[in-house]
């Protein structure tokens, strides 16, 4: 017999979240206006980590990160008053999508690539943090300039437990290629690596930070990676 909450299949059966949703919905408009944007915010979210985990259960990786991106997209394009006049809530559920979809440890490991071995674990933990807000920008920009257009998704390659999913957007009469790279492991899919307009970020940082850590050594590019995060944090405001 499965565990509770665990169906047969090994995903997590998720049903009985319906219910909860269900009951947060029906309270929100009896809160005190001052509280109803943290709890559309916090109904966003229970929505958004519930698709995903239904996401999870899916076997193909093209379904998985369709799943993924219009999650992403329904966000964009939200007519939800609070969301549009609040870009930082917005930016949040982005992120909740993207931190449950991507493997930044994973992509933090291939981008050091020769140096990862030599981090300490506190080091590898620090820029696992740091590079996984950069990516987060990088890839965020990206798909906000493309929020209004058609994303098509073609046909996946599969070679034992790692997948690529191509897509293109039609943007004023261009396809412009996005790429997803993934491997699974315990049922579930994960993103590595992702290929915008023919450039891989893991590579394109890759190359970036070898030469920084060759003349820099490693905290050189700790420094300037934080740098760029603060530019792009006051550049936000």
Same mark, same amino acid.
């Given at each position: ?53 239904? $996401? $999870? ?176 944090? $006051?550049?936000?405001?």
């Amino acid at each position: 017999m499965a565990a509770h909450g665990i169906a047969a299949s090994g995903c997590r059966d998720i049903r009985h979240y319906y219910t909860d949703l269900i009951i947060i919905r029906s309270v929100m408009n009896k809160l005190p206006v001052r509280f109803q944007t943290t709890a559309i915010f916090m109904y966003c979210l229970f929505a958004l980590l519930l698709k995903a985990d239904e $996401a $999870a259960c899916l076997n193909s990786p093209a379904e998985y990160m369709q799943s993924a991106v219009e999650e992403i997209m329904a966000i964009l394009k939200t007519d939800q008053l609070e969301l549009v006049e609040n870009s930082q809530y917005k930016r949040k559920l982005i992120l909740t999508v993207v931190r449950h979809h991507f493997d930044f440890k994973e992509m933090s490991k291939l981008t050091m690539g020769k140096y990862w071995k030599d981090l300490s674990d506190a080091d590898k933990g620090h820029f696992v943090e740091i590079f996984s807000r950069l990516i987060e920008n990088s890839y965020i920009d990206k798909i906000e300039a493309y929020s209004d257009e058609k994303i098509i998704f073609l046909k996946e390659s599969v070679r034992e437990n790692k997948s690529l999913v191509p897509t293109l957007i039609k943007h004023n009469n261009l396809d412009i290629p996005i790429s997803y790279k993934l491997y699974k492991t315990q049922d579930r899919w994960r993103v590595y690596d992702v290929v915008i307009e023919g450039v891989s970020l893991v590579q394109n940082y890759r190359s970036q930070f070898n030469s920084i850590i060759m003349k820099e050594k490693y905290a050189g590019l700790v420094k300037r990676i934080d740098e760029k995060l603060e530019k792009n944090a $006051a550049e936000g405001e």
